[in-house]
């Protein structure tokens, strides 16, 4: 039974409706149709999950998503993304935890999506990933498919203003199964699904069927295709920033009250 994700799907169907997004999926047909699945992509914007979900949805699945556990406490998205059986990662608590969690719903034989760059890349550019997807898959037995999802930035993503235009193309493309040795390094498997990761999204890049208006600011497209979106370099080093002024803004909350 599910008394929420399938509501929420059909919510989110009328929306593309009315938007009049134009959403083109590929290579659909590398989703199993049962049994665990890992499907790891790309992280470009707010929405990502929405239409990696979509794409998996021609196949008759339902994906549990890893989210970070802000958005489990938000008062609005948190009992959804209960209700939908997702997966909350604390970014400050132990990785296996989630980890662990995803690998149980792995083993009952489920889908788990995850963007194993841990966060969204503001240069539009695959980062390097961690090593959660691989270990949930090895660990769960699980099929390993890379996806990469593009023009979901232009609607919400960092550091931009929501847009939520109409007629925006929206482009998911799913790769090929990774094969993997059961005892294999986590690491080596990444590296390999990364490269996957990369090769979808540059191929995304290449049919991508919308361009900038030239009058516009073409803030979306990466650097290195002749966009204004930050260098990879830019971003990382705005990513790190974030971190550290996360992880400052927690220490402060577990800090106990000075005596007075």
Not at 7 to 29: E, N
Not at 106 to 111: M, Q, S
């Amino acid at each position: 039974m599910e008394p929420v994700y399938k509501p929420v799907i059909g919510i989110a169907l009328s929306l593309f409706k009315i938007m009049g997004w134009k959403i083109r999926t590929f290579g659909v047909g590398n989703v199993p149709t049962a049994g665990p699945v890992v499907l790891a992509s790309n992280h470009v914007g707010y929405l990502d999950f929405v239409f990696v979900g979509y794409a998996a949805r021609e196949r008759g699945r339902l994906v549990r998503f890893m989210a970070k556990k802000e958005v489990f406490d938000h008062k609005v998205s948190g009992p959804l993304m209960r209700g939908m059986k997702h997966i909350p990662v604390d970014r400050f608590a132990r990785a296996s935890d989630s980890v662990d969690l995803a690998v149980e719903y792995l083993k009952r034989g489920e889908a788990v999506g995850t963007f194993p760059e841990g966060t969204i890349s503001r240069s539009f550019v695959p980062r390097a990933g961690r090593t959660g997807a691989a270990r949930m898959a090895m660990q769960g037995g699980a099929v390993l498919v890379p996806v990469a999802v593009w023009g979901t930035q232009r609607i919400l993503t960092k550091d931009r203003p929501q847009n939520f235009e109409r007629k925006v193309a929206i482009d998911v493309h799913v790769g090929a199964p990774l094969a993997y040795e059961p005892n294999e390094d986590a690491g080596r498997v990444t590296t390999r699904l990364m490269a996957s990761i990369t090769e979808l999204t540059d191929r995304a890049h290449r049919v991508y069927p919308q361009e900038p208006d030239p009058a516009e600011d073409a803030w979306w497209l990466p650097a290195h295709l002749g966009g204004s979106a930050p260098t990879v370099e830019e971003a990382d080093a705005k990513a790190r920033r974030d971190s550290e002024l996360r992880r400052e803004r927690r220490n402060l909350q577990e800090r106990p009250p000075a005596d007075g």
